[in-house]
């Protein structure tokens, strides 16, 4: 049915592999506390060591407790949750009479 294949199309792809826990937490620490490398590599490591971890990254036991995404649906790295895509054939903003449509 069209709704199904409309569905299909709107539907958020699922990440290949949980994204690296220390790498995340690095990154995020960094904008909180960008003076304290040495802050962030120590609690990073002791976080990340942690057996019962749910937050979705690496070495977690579950995702119950990770980011979701814009639909609450997937656990998604911090940063990176973006809304559904649509395509409609036709509606094509980024080509030129598309852009023209937009006022640009």
Do not use: H, M, W
């Not at 994204?19 to 909180?32: E, M, Y």
């Not at 060591?49 to 579950?62: A, E």
Request: hydrophobic content about 35%; charged content about 25%.
């Amino acid at each position: 049915s069209a709704f199904a294949a409309a569905a299909a199309v709107v539907a958020p792809l699922e990440a290949d592999a949980a994204a690296d826990c220390f790498k995340d937490c690095l990154k995020n620490c960094k904008l909180i506390a960008p003076k304290d490398p040495q802050y962030c590599q120590n609690n990073c490591q002791e976080y990340c060591d942690q057996p019962d971890r749910t937050d979705g990254l690496s070495g977690s036991v579950s995702s119950t407790g990770g980011e979701v995404g814009i639909l609450g649906i997937n656990t998604v790295v911090k940063g990176e949750d973006k809304p559904p895509e649509v395509k409609l054939p036709g509606l094509d903003f980024t080509t030129g009479s598309g852009r023209k449509l937009l006022g640009y």
